[in-house]
Nanobody, 125 residues
Framework: QLQLRESGGGLVQGGGSLRLSCAAS????????MAWFRQAPGKEREFVAA????????RHGDSVKGRFSISRDNARNTLFLQMDSLKPEDTAVYYC??????????????????WGQGTQVTVSS
């Protein structure tokens, strides 16, 4: 059973940066496609970014493209999300997720098997 735990959230001023981490336990992350999602109050869950097994391939949602960067360190069993130029509209609970399906096995914004508990990110104006 794969367990995921996010950390690194907090309160930051607009224009600032945060780096989220997602530590995995129970299994190796190296055989999972990994992603970040977020959910703001009253809104649907939104795809943020995904990364392939090896980290060579990444995809970012339109709303974060050019500002956020997903990466992974399989040796440390950890997923990261570097968030720069933060905006108030980035305020949300951020979740990491893992799926057994590979990079090309269907849309990257669905079919995730494991989820973390989430970490709150609040961006002030």
């Amino acid at each position: 059973q794969l367990q995921l735990r996010e950390s690194g959230g907090g309160l930051v001023q607009g224009g600032g940066s945060l780096r989220l981490s997602c530590a995995a336990s129970g299994r190796s992350l190296s055989s999972f496609t990994m992603a970040w999602f977020r959910q703001a109050p009253g809104k649907e869950r939104e795809f943020v970014a995904a990364v392939s097994y090896t980290g060579r391939s990444t995809r970012h949602g339109d709303s974060v493209k050019g500002r956020f960067s997903i990466s992974r360190d399989n040796a440390r069993n950890t997923l990261f999300l570097q968030m720069d130029s933060l905006k108030p509209e980035d305020t949300a609970v951020y979740y990491c997720a893992a799926r057994r399906l590979g990079w090309s096995d269907g849309p990257l914004n669905r079919d995730y098997d494991y989820w973390g508990q989430g970490t709150q990110v609040t961006v002030s104006s």
